[in-house]
């Protein structure tokens, strides 16, 4: 069991816009401003979207958002295209004894 | 850019040491943490523990005992020991670079690691 909690699937016809949710604790994304987001194709090694909550890497489309409230954190891609169909998995500090949890991961299919 | 590749056996016997490297090229692997995550088939990521370059390491507690992390300088390589493996060890090992706001990236192309005698 994952330690921060990501629905199994959601979907969306492209052109709209879904939002992934990333639950976790006080202890983890509800202290730390610090939560990532992977996109991962099959095969494929992840590939970081979002950083620190609401960052994003210099190259990645401004179509992918992130933000936070309490101890739930989410990842929002607006205008869906097909090559955004993929596992997404979301990624906080955890304190200075666990360090990194990881979500279960979420698949994204466009309709 | 900064590339990395996971490189070690794909095969390992149970109760044996699992041992990976990876290789960073395109730029210098000091002054930055490196991790190791993996990942069963089918499943999702797993943080098995950082490094750096200085030699400082932290584990996932879930693993520690049974976890080695190591740097080589020189050949800009750093290393994954687990000992004692189970066929739940079994997945793609990947490596990364861990920045100081816990993000990773770049990641290498992962290596798959089967338990099985």
């Known amino acids: 069991q994952s330690a921060l909690t990501q629905p199994a699937s959601v979907s969306g016809s492209p052109g709209q816009s879904i939002t992934i949710s990333c639950t976790g604790t006080?202890?983890?994304?509800?202290?730390?401003?610090?939560v990532s987001w992977y996109q991962q194709h099959p095969g494929k090694a992840p590939k970081v979207m979002i950083y620190e909550v609401s960052k994003r890497p210099s190259g990645v489309s401004n179509r992918f958002s992130g933000s936070k409230s309490g101890n739930t954190a989410s990842l929002t891609i607006s205008g869906l295209q097909a090559e955004d169909e993929a596992d997404y998995y979301c990624?906080?500090?955890?304190?200075?004894?666990?360090?990194?949890?990881f979500g279960g991961g979420t698949k994204l299919t466009v309709l | 850019q900064v590339q990395l590749q996971e490189s070690g056996p794909g095969l390992v016997k149970p109760s044996e040491t699992l041992s990976l490297t990876c290789t960073v090229s395109?730029?210098?692997?000091?002054?930055?943490?490196w991790s190791w995550i993996r990942q069963p088939a089918g499943r999702g990521l797993e943080w098995i523990g950082r490094m750096y370059t200085s030699g400082s390491t932290n584990y996932n507690p879930s693993l520690k005992s049974r976890v080695t992390m190591s740097v080589d300088t020189s050949k800009n390589q750093f290393s994954l020991k687990l000992n004692s493996v189970t066929a739940a060890d079994t997945a793609v090992y990947f490596c990364a670079r861990e920045w100081s706001t816990y993000r990773f990236d770049p990641w290498g192309q992962g290596t798959l690691v089967t338990v099985s005698s």
């Open positions: 990624c906080s500090y955890a304190g200075s004894s666990t360090y990194v949890v």
């Open positions: 395109g730029g210098s692997i000091s002054s930055y943490y």
């Open positions: 006080s202890s983890d994304v509800g202290s730390h401003n610090l």
